[in-house]
């Protein structure tokens, strides 16, 4: 009976019920550099994804905020990364443009092989996935999401890994704003009209950017589209929605 | 000794040494019961168009399936309420009182205006302590008024408003789909679809959707308007039928009783039910 109540739960950890410095709190050595990634500093917002009949459409704007700040307004968030698959990026950019770097080296190394195959959005999905994960297990994540969109076995594919490592498909997508926002409005739109074209698809993800571009103080009218089909990607860049400001002049004073 | 003295103005924080302290020791106050909430109006041809769902909330469970959201505030004004629903109900029950007070004062039917006022000078004065976001739409004699009323006073007088958990999801609806000077079929379903994207994206929101339409000459209050989320039909049922278990043997028993005593009650005596 004593032996067992001295028994330890576990080494080199918090004791239960005593404080603990948890790694990334202010209590650390000052002559020590940071090593993990604390938070993002040049950030881009929402990216939207929308299978549709044929194919799969993901959007993202083209700003990367420095803060409050609208610092780089012609940024790319939408990388192709074979015929077969695009992958959206929000949070920080820094950390997107070090995992697109290792992306287009692990793309260029399978073409090395000369195998015949290639990445499929599933295979490159769950690769992200891990590496997401694992990162944050670590406490040192990359400060993302991506979205994934491709096309596989005669399907469209479209998929959202988080900095966490939050990982799931479904038939609509948004990070960030978009998923409180533009969310409602894509799967309204998708109950609607099941099967849309591609035409319908492009012209539903640009209301959706255009809501976004008026309630989202962190955002910008210039956005990157690409559509993948069973024929390939098409990145459209840049591409703007006008805005309406119809009401405007109905709006006088706040009472 | 000095006379009663009557009720100090404005919030009193006396209690708040004693909260704070209790917080330490580790006695949790006991949370707000909220209301979650998507609540949008619209300015259309003809007047206002309000709506709300019907679902409150305390954290995570669903306190009130159907619960009421527009409330009146006069014949030609109704207000909706997103926040703490004790909050919500008493500050509109509070200036409802007024209006009226301040119509027979008047002789005048009120204007949206005056209630925008009653409720922000209210609001303001207790700093954010009193969690009413409420959006306020009427008719009056200068024409159909819609205003967003924040717990901290501020006002925004807009043609399309939403507030609540669900706010983003319902304007997202309005920002794509909003045109001024909409006829009153086009105007409900887009206050309906609205809402209902509040229910179908926003935990906090859900149940039904509930209108009401304020014109110059009538108020139509739809409640519900729109059954979104009818509670499915149990398909199976685990009864045992007749004849699952055999009957071996049967035998009728009568219970033997004697009549005690027999009182004839009048039938137009009330029961007492104090």
């Known amino acids: 009976m004593e032996a067992s109540l001295q028994m330890e739960f576990w080494r080199n950890g918090p004791q239960p019920g005593a404080l603990y410095n948890f790694p990334g709190s202010q209590i650390w050595n000052q002559n020590e550099p940071t090593k993990r990634t604390l938070y993002p500093s040049v950030t881009g917002t929402s990216v939207l994804g929308l299978k549709f009949n044929d194919g799969v459409v993901i959007a993202g704007d083209k700003l990367g905020s420095y803060g409050s700040m609208a610092r780089f307004r012609d940024l790319s968030r939408v990388l192709k990364v074979n015929d077969q698959v695009v992958v959206g990026a929000s949070g920080d950019y820094a950390d997107y443009q070090f995992l697109s770097e290792i992306i287009e080296q692990r793309v260029i190394e399978e073409e090395c092989l000369n195998d015949g195959f290639g990445y499929t959005p599933s295979s490159l999905f769950s690769w992200l996935t891990r590496v997401m994960y694992n990162r944050r297990s670590n406490i040192n994540p990359l400060w993302n999401t991506y979205v994934v969109a491709g096309w596989e076995n005669n399907a469209p594919f479209l998929g959202y890994v988080d900095k966490i490592g939050t990982a799931y498909q479904a038939p609509t997508i948004s990070s960030g704003y978009g998923a409180y926002i533009a969310q409602p409005l894509l799967r309204d739109a998708l109950e609607k009209k099941p099967n849309m074209n591609v035409k319908d698809a492009i012209e539903t993800i640009d209301r959706c950017m255009k809501v976004l571009y008026y309630r989202d103080a962190r955002s910008l009218n210039k956005y990157e589209l690409a559509i993948v089909t069973k024929d390939g990607v098409e990145i459209r860049s840049p591409v703007t929605s006008q805005p309406n400001w119809e009401i405007a002049h109905l709006i006088k004073g706040y009472e | ?274």
């Open chain 2, 1 to 274: 000794m000095a006379a009663v003295e009557g009720p100090m103005p404005g919030f009193s924080f006396e209690n708040c040494i004693r909260n704070r302290h209790l917080e330490k020791i580790g006695h949790k106050a006991p949370t707000a019961y909220k209301t979650g909430t998507t609540i949008a109006g619209i300015i259309y041809k003809d007047g206002v168009v309000l709506g709300a769902d019907t679902r409150a909330t305390e954290d995570t469970v669903v306190a009130d399936k159907n619960c009421s959201k527009i409330h009146y505030l006069a014949d030609n004004m109704y207000c909706c309420g997103a926040g703490t629903a004790a909050d919500t109900e008493m500050t509109t029950q509070m200036i409802s009182s007024q209006l009226e007070l301040h119509k027979l004062n008047t002789g005048r039917k009120p204007r949206v205006a005056t209630a925008n006022r009653l409720l922000k000078q209210m609001l303001f004065r207790y700093q954010g302590h009193i969690s009413a976001a409420l959006v306020l739409g009427g008719v009056d004699v200068t024409g159909p008024h819609l205003y967003s009323i924040h717990p901290h006073g501020s006002t925004d007088k807009l043609p399309y408003v939403t507030m609540g958990s669900g706010s983003l999801a319902a304007m997202a609806t309005f920002e794509d789909r909003f045109k001024p000077n909409m006829e009153k079929d086009e105007a409900m379903k887009l206050v309906r679809d609205a809402i209902a994207a509040g229910i179908f994206n926003d935990l906090g929101s859900g149940s039904n959707v509930d209108i009401c339409v304020i014109t110059k000459d009538k108020v139509e209050y739809l409640r519900p308007f729109d059954e979104a989320n009818i509670k499915g039909k149990r398909e199976g049922n685990y009864g045992y039928k007749r004849g699952s278990t055999a009957v071996v043997s049967t035998e009728v028993k009568k219970i033997p009783f004697e009549v005690v005593a027999t009182q004839v009650v009048s039938g137009t005596e009330a029961m007492d039910t104090a």
